[in-house]
Structures are given as structure tokens and as C-alpha cells.
């Protein structure tokens, strides 16, 4: 089955600088990398994913570059701002025929630092 | 307003008792999953449904059982085989087919077990 690592496991920055998340993917068939959001107490939210047609795709601070030959794809958010705290978790799938079972990474606790 | 709700947010029960987590969606989603988040281990699928009256175990399916008898609602039990039930879980909803197959998540359910 698939399995996805995820680094590093916190993360700390100053406010207005920029942070990476790196995963990497074992299955060379997944084609759907969503990553999200968890703030503390809630359930994660999408913020964006991209899909293996296409090597980046970006939303606003918010962008996502995919290596499908490495098998590894990253988070980058620029301008960082306090909200932006929270745990960001990387997932894959395999998308065929309606099989939509994601696997996901163990979570990065980024801060934000005034 | 259309989302998916979890209920209770905190659940407190002594060992060797069953406990059923309810999970309920009004977006008219096929497919619903439970997963179980523990601290540095990121979420892990127990189950997962994508018509109603069938479902298929994830990951960690021991010690756990589901039904899916309405499109609305997917409850979990989380049973005495379940050696470490304490752990917050989580439930979400995809619509399969549709332009992305992004899963929403509602706000989850923290079990404790003493």
C-alpha cells in the first residue's frame, strides 16, 4: 500500500518569512496530493492540492510543486502571518474508479513567531 | 448550513464498554470515512463507505464496526475488543466522481477511555 513520510515534524518561523513542508510518496500510481489544515480542537481543511497532470499549482501565499520522478511534493506558504499556525498534513491517493482512500502524512506543528 | 457534524466533542466511558460516535452530513455525499488521529501519527483510516449499506475497512479496522443504513449518517462503535480506544476521531465526507474528490471533515470527537 501506499506510504507517505512527512517532514519535518514541527517547524518554526518568523512572521514574513516563508516555510516548506516536504513529502515524499511510495506508490508511483497516486495522482492526488491534497494538503491540509488542522487547527487545535477542529478537523483539517483542504487548503490546496494539486494532481499528477501538472508540476505546480499556486493560491495566493499558498503553493504546491510535485516531482512525480522523485515521488515527493512540498507546501510552500510565503508572507507568513500568525494564522498560519496550525498542523498542515500531506496526503496521496490513487484515484481510479472511484477508490478515494487517502493516506496521509503525520503532520507538521508549524509557528508562526511574531 | 451544509457540513458534517460530530457528536458528542467529548466522550468519556469506563473500559469494557462499547461507545457509538455519531457522524452526520448534509452535502449529499456517496462517501464517508472515519479515521483515528493520535498524536505524531497523523490520521489512520478505520473504515470507509461509499454507497449506503456498504462499507469497507481501512487500515485499523480491529476492535471497530460501522453501518451505513442512511446516505446522511455513518456511526462508528468503538468496542471492548479495541485495546487503545482513547484517541480523537474524526469523520469525513467526498463526493466520488464529482470535479475533485476533496474530503471535508468534521470537527471530531475526542474519546477517552479510563
Known amino acids: 500500500g501506499e506510504n507517505v513520510e512527512q517532514h519535518p515534524s514541527t517547524l518554526s518561523v518568523q512572521e514574513g518569512d516563508s516555510a516548506v513542508i516536504k513529502c515524499t510518496y511510495s506508490?508511483?500510481?497516486?495522482?492526488?496530493f491534497p494538503w491540509y489544515k488542522q487547527e487545535l480542537g477542529k478537523g483539517p481543511q483542504l487548503i490546496i492540492d494539486?494532481?499528477?497532470?501538472?508540476g505546480e499549482k499556486k493560491d495566493q501565499r499558498i503553493a504546491v510543486t510535485l516531482n512525480k520522478t522523485a515521488k515527493h511534493f512540498s507546501l510552500h506558504i510565503t508572507e507568513t502571518q500568525p494564522e498560519d499556525s496550525a498542523v498542515y498534513f500531506c496526503?496521496?491517493?490513487?484515484?481510479?474508479?472511484?477508490?478515494?482512500?487517502?493516506?496521509f502524512g503525520t503532520g507538521t506543528r508549524l509557528t508562526i513567531i511574531p | 448550513d451544509g457540513g458534517i457534524t460530530q457528536s458528542p466533542k467529548y466522550l468519556f466511558r469506563k473500559e469494557g464498554q462499547n461507545v457509538t460516535l455519531s457522524c452526520e452530513q448534509n452535502?449529499?455525499?456517496?462517501?464517508m470515512y472515519w479515521y483515528r488521529q493520535d498524536p505524531g501519527q497523523g490520521l489512520r483510516l478505520i473504515y470507509y463507505?461509499?454507497?449506503?449499506?456498504?462499507?469497507q475497512k481501512g487500515d485499523i479496522a480491529e476492535g471497530y464496526s460501522v453501518s451505513r443504513e442512511k446516505k446522511e449518517s455513518f456511526p462508528l462503535t468503538v468496542t471492548s475488543a479495541q485495546k487503545n480506544p482513547t484517541a480523537f476521531y474524526l469523520c469525513?465526507?467526498?463526493?466520488?466522481?464529482?470535479?475533485?474528490?476533496?474530503?471535508?471533515f468534521g470537527p471530531g470527537t475526542r474519546l477517552t477511555v479510563t
Open positions: 469525513a465526507s467526498s463526493a466520488p466522481g464529482q470535479r475533485q474528490v476533496e474530503q471535508y
Open positions: 496526503a496521496a491517493s490513487r484515484q481510479s474508479g472511484g477508490n478515494e482512500k487517502l493516506t
Open positions: 452535502l449529499n455525499h456517496d462517501a
Open positions: 494539486i494532481r499528477s497532470n501538472v
Open positions: 506508490d508511483s500510481a497516486s495522482n492526488y
Open positions: 463507505s461509499q454507497i449506503v449499506n456498504d462499507f
